[in-house]
Nanobody, 119 residues
Framework: QVQLVESGGGLVQAGESLSLSCAASGSTLSLYTMGWYRQAPGKQRELVADINTGGRTTYTDSVKGRFTISRDNGKNTVYLQMNSLKPEDTAVYFC?????????????WGQGTQVTVYS
């Protein structure tokens, strides 16, 4: 069982930066792929970025060059640095931990943190 708690969301002006943190408890994160997802009103939840156990990262096209995901396994924490924010980045951002158990993916989710970008 993994518990995930996001922090760092808030209200920012377009062009500014924000950093999100996800603190995990209940298990070490070294064997989990960690990710950030977001869901805007009326939209499907989408992957923003993830980082696997070997440190390889993946980003959705709309955030490439602006967002950076990182992890600190010793602190059981994953981060999302968001630069050059745009109004279309406005969404609830969710932290995700994923691990394969008996040949299937098992996902754990945080409660979400609101990010609002105004112009």
């Amino acid at each position: 069982q993994v518990q995930l708690v996001e922090s760092g969301g808030g209200l920012v002006q377009a062009g500014e930066s924000l950093s999100l943190s996800c603190a995990a408890s209940g298990s070490t994160l070294s064997l989990y792929t960690m990710g950030w997802y977001r869901q805007a009103p009326g939209k499907q939840r989408e992957l923003v970025a993830d980082i696997n156990t070997g440190g390889r990262t993946t980003y959705t096209d709309s955030v490439k060059g602006r967002f950076t995901i990182s992890r600190d396994n010793g602190k059981n924490t994953v981060y999302l640095q968001m630069n050059s924010l745009k109004p279309e980045d406005t969404a609830v951002y969710f932290c995700n931990a994923r691990k394969r158990i008996i040949g299937r993916n098992v996902d754990y989710w945080g409660q979400g943190t609101q990010v609002t970008v105004y112009s």
